[in-house]
């Protein structure tokens, strides 16, 4: 073995946090596709805040279940989500896909009438646009947190578009309870911090990947692509 790949082996097996971060979430087999896919389809602000949702929802996997949710995203909600992604794909006579999950959340907050929706599922926006119904306020919301920074995005998409936590508890055979206050704030405080967990560590690999590259031995293995 080489210098350099000691140095490249050593730096990938390091222990203690940015080790685990690193085999955790940069050898991610799926993670590098959609990276390409959100640079391409999404506004360079929005690009930490959708990752790192996508990071915690599937793993970067868009056919990923649990339960009765789907993709990138996990689409939960057949009136929300799961119908009008349907319609979405018939109209623009597109397969699912992960490109195809990611166009349509594009097109739901920013709306293209390229693509368009059919009638019984969009509503009329900003400038005349047209998108399903996540409702004009949250698109909003979400398009100003984009701008106003990567963790104010994270969060905002996280509680107006992805919405993981419940307030209440559902039991098959039983009617649905209301959770407590203090634990439903719990598991909001939970899924923020692992989110913006995951947008830290994209800010620092796109803040490592400005570095200038220095002349020399370890110009190449240390890099960040």
Not at 27 to 50: C, D, H, Q, T
Not at 70 to 77: N, T, V
Not at 117 to 137: C, L, M, V
């Amino acid at each position: 073995m080489g210098l350099l790949d000691a140095l490249t082996s050593a730096y990938a097996k390091a222990e203690g946090l940015l080790g685990k971060v690193e085999t955790k979430v940069w050898e991610n087999p799926n993670r590098k596709g959609v990276e390409a896919l959100v640079k391409k389809i999404f506004p360079k602000n929005a690009w930490i805040p959708i990752l790192a949702n996508i990071e915690q929802e599937s793993s970067y996997n868009w056919e990923a279940k649990r339960g009765k949710a789907e993709g990138l995203f996990q689409f939960r909600d057949e009136e929300s989500f799961k119908t009008p992604y349907a319609e979405y794909l018939k109209h623009n006579k597109l397969e699912d896909s992960a490109k195809s999950q990611l166009t349509f959340v594009r097109d739901m907050l920013y709306g293209n009438k390229a693509t368009g929706f059919p009638t019984a599922t969009h509503w009329k926006g900003a400038n005349d646009t047209e998108r399903p119904t996540i409702g004009s306020g949250h698109g909003a919301n979400i398009r100003d947190a984009f701008k106003t920074g990567w963790a104010e995005g994270t969060n905002v998409f996280m509680r107006e578009f992805e919405r993981p936590v419940s307030d209440w508890i559902y039991t098959r055979g039983e009617e649905p309870k209301r959770k407590p206050t203090e634990q439903v704030n719990r598991e909001w405080e939970a899924e923020h911090d692992k989110r913006i967990g995951h947008a830290q560590g994209w800010v620092d690999r796109y803040a490592a990947a400005q570095v200038p590259e220095a002349a020399g031995l370890l110009s190449d293995p240390m890099a960040m692509p």
